[in-house]
């Protein structure tokens, strides 16, 4: 965990990281971007869309025979790792005053 952050980095680990076009990679980065920015900004439902933003992309099945709406292997496999990796990042309540 970076000390300048309070939450986990989202990055793939180095040497492990699939080569991804640079359209998949954009795509991917995106959906990163989304998660860190609502951690950032303390975003309860931007954070909770982001996730699901993540999750559908990483598991929905193209319903449309479009070489758009299918994903390579490789991407797929990028998306369910941060699927996994963003499922400990959690706000903390703030606390009321009595």
Not at 6 to 33: K, N
Not at 57 to 72: I, K, N, Q
């Amino acid at each position: 965990m970076n000390s300048a952050r309070p939450w986990p980095d989202l990055s793939a680990p180095s040497g492990l990281a699939p080569s991804l076009t640079p359209a998949e990679a954009i795509r991917l980065h995106q959906l990163q971007q989304a998660l860190l920015q609502a951690l950032a900004d303390s975003d309860r439902a931007a954070l909770r869309q982001a996730q699901g933003n993540v999750l559908q992309a990483a598991y929905h099945r193209a319903s449309t025979g479009s070489p758009e709406a299918v994903l390579s292997p490789r991407l797929r496999s990028a998306l369910r790792d941060l699927a996994w990796r963003m499922c400990a990042l959690r706000l903390h309540r703030a606390s009321t005053p009595v």
